[in-house]
């Protein structure tokens, strides 16, 4: 994975700007009491904290558009004014005031680049997580670790992430592997430290010892008896899912000779993982199975699986599976993922994706692209598109060059409103439907003819 090492960029004081968002906090509260927060969200496009954002009224059309120009230098300004504000909230009494902070400052970060404004505070915002992470509860933990993957994400590899990762790793590894956590708090944090080794480790043995963490969680859902054939799920199931995936977004950044290591140790034991009776932990098992298979056939073109036949057979199963006691939906989406994973193994192929954002296309065409793309959408969630224009260091990963640069004048030429993008949804459902009901006239004739 390429990396650009930032280590020429002068540290800068931590606390900057922390006296005028003190001053806003401050101006905000009467009479001692706290003030409600207003979030930055990707479901409320009313928001006011939003609108500096983006110029449009829509946050969600960053997924779809990207960022448009800002117009007035005054809009910048004002949204690092009120996100000073927020950093500040992180320090409040009320456990709900921080948690709302934390969130609208994750929400902000995932939706815009403002790299050189967080670098002068990350290390206010790391002591704000550290400080959310030790002493808060469930929902407050998991706000701190979503908004440490997106600090990571904004500030890139290079020695600022790395000093971020240095202080809160070991924290995220305690709650990982500490038993009387919140499962939701450990499933989080579980997807933030993969993230963030993901983006910062320099260090080749801390990297090993994530794994070994990660490995310790998830494995203790493989099928220890041999005479059962379903795996049970369980409170702890959510939290071995969330290992998996990071573990192998990490196996995919370890050097051949550890990545050959884990096929021994894995190859044949995670297979166990696809008589699960929860969907997602299948889902999970046969992406990480194609992703394991595909990164054998780059070592060894002539890759061989002993039990292979098996693996077919109960990819097979998945891909074709009509048990009556499984819900229709976790049937139709386990059908169409296996059917890819079962064309993986058995033919090496893979299904081309196509992802666009502004003017520009990227094409999913591997295994390892697939997950490392799946894993930072499901962290930046609408704000993605805008990133993958953007971020250098998502452009690196997806080997996609350096940023496109595009005057106002042509923004505004690709930029929808969203009534125009109401009328063009409203016509492709019409005409869907109406496809449909011609598709049900033409069974009920051959029906009545037979």
Known sequence: MPKNKKRNTPHRGGS????????????????????????FSDEDASIETMSHCSGYS?????????????????????????????????????????QAALESIKNALASKMLYEFILERRMTLTDSIERCLKKGKSDEQRAAAALASVLCIQLGPGIES????????????????????????????AACFGVCC???????????????CLESIFTKSYLKEKDTNVICSTPNTVLHISCL????????????????????????????????????????????????????????????????????????????????????????????????????????????????FGPERMYIDCWVKKHTYDTFKEVLGSGMQYHLQSNEFLRNVFELGPPV???????????????????????????RTKARSKCRDKRADVGEFF
């Open 58 to 98: 829509d946050p969600s059309s960053f997924a779809e558009d990207g960022p448009e120009v800002l117009d007035e230098e005054g809009t910048q300004e004002d949204l690092e004014y009120k996100l000073k504000g927020f950093i500040d909230l992180t320090l409040d009494k009320s456990a709900k005031t921080r």
């Open 405 to 431: 640069m595009l005057d106002a004048a042509t923004l505004k030429t690709m930029k929808i409103s969203r009534f125009e993008r109401h009328l063009y949804n409203s016509a492709a459902f019409k005409a």
């Open 245 to 356: 995936l990071a573990w192998t977004l990490l196996l995919t950044i370890c050097p051949i000779n550890e990545v050959k290591k884990k096929l021994e140790m894995h190859f044949h034991k995670l297979p166990s993982l696809l008589s699960s009776d929860d969907v997602n932990m299948r889902i999970a098992a046969g992406e990480s199975l194609a992703l394991m298979f595909e990164l054998a056939r780059g070592m060894e073109s002539d890759f061989f699986y002993e039990d292979m036949e098996s693996l077919t057979q109960m990819l097979r199963a998945l891909a074709t599976d009509g048990n009556k006691h499984r819900a229709k939906v976790d049937k139709r989406k386990q059908r169409s993922v296996f059917r890819d994973i079962l064309r993986a193994v058995e033919e090496r192929d893979f299904p081309t994706e196509t992802v666009k």
């Open 162 to 189: 790395e000093e971020v990762l240095k202080t809160l790793g070991p924290i995220l590894k305690k709650i990982i592997c500490d038993g009387t956590a919140s499962i939701q708090a450990r499933q989080t944090c």
């Open 16 to 39: 900057g700007g922390s006296g005028s968002g003190a001053a806003a906090a401050t101006a905000a509260t009467t009479g001692g009491q706290h003030r409600n927060v207003q979030p």
């Open 198 to 212: 993901f983006i910062a480790t320099d260090d080749i043995t801390e990297l090993y010892s994530t794994l070994e």
